[in-house]
């Protein structure tokens, strides 16, 4: 019994020091957070980003493992809301303009002339593919 436990243990770290390495990884090699703050020309505010985002994953595993539930005011959730997704979106702009991927998906599809639609067409799905998940999936 003793033992299964260690060996539980020694499993859960060695994931978990595996899957944080990998995203550390990811975001240094890629550049990410230098770019969010070049895009959002905040350069000055550099290290802040890095250690939110350090405390932000560290509490989300931490509440992750915990079951908690907060109860919010809706006045107060919704600028949490409204920081989240910026913050998700900057990421996600920050990792494709690193990455180059819409143009390169715009001329491998044929429509680099309309790389702006390519661009709504991101934007608007993710706008109404948010607005169905949190109408239907998530309880009032």
Not at 20 to 33: K, T
Not at 82 to 108: C, M, Q
Not at 124 to 131: E, P, T
Request: charged content about 10%; hydrophobic content about 60%.
């Amino acid at each position: 019994m003793v033992m299964s436990n260690i060996l539980l243990i020694i499993i859960g770290l060695s994931g978990g020091l595996s899957v944080g390495c990998g995203f550390v990884a990811f975001l240094s090699v890629l550049g990410i957070i230098p770019r969010l703050s070049q895009l959002t020309k905040t350069h000055q505010f550099i290290r802040e980003y890095e250690w939110s985002v350090v405390f932000s994953v560290v509490f989300g595993t931490w509440v992750g493992l915990r079951n908690i539930h907060f109860d919010l005011s809706h006045f107060l959730l919704i600028p949490i809301g409204v920081g989240a997704g910026l913050f998700v979106g900057l990421l996600a702009a920050a990792l494709t303009e690193v990455l180059n991927v819409l143009p390169i998906l715009a001329k491998r599809i044929g429509i680099h002339e309309q790389i702006l639609l390519l661009l709504m067409a991101i934007v608007l799905g993710k706008v109404f593919g948010s607005l169905f998940h949190w109408s239907l999936f998530i309880d009032n």
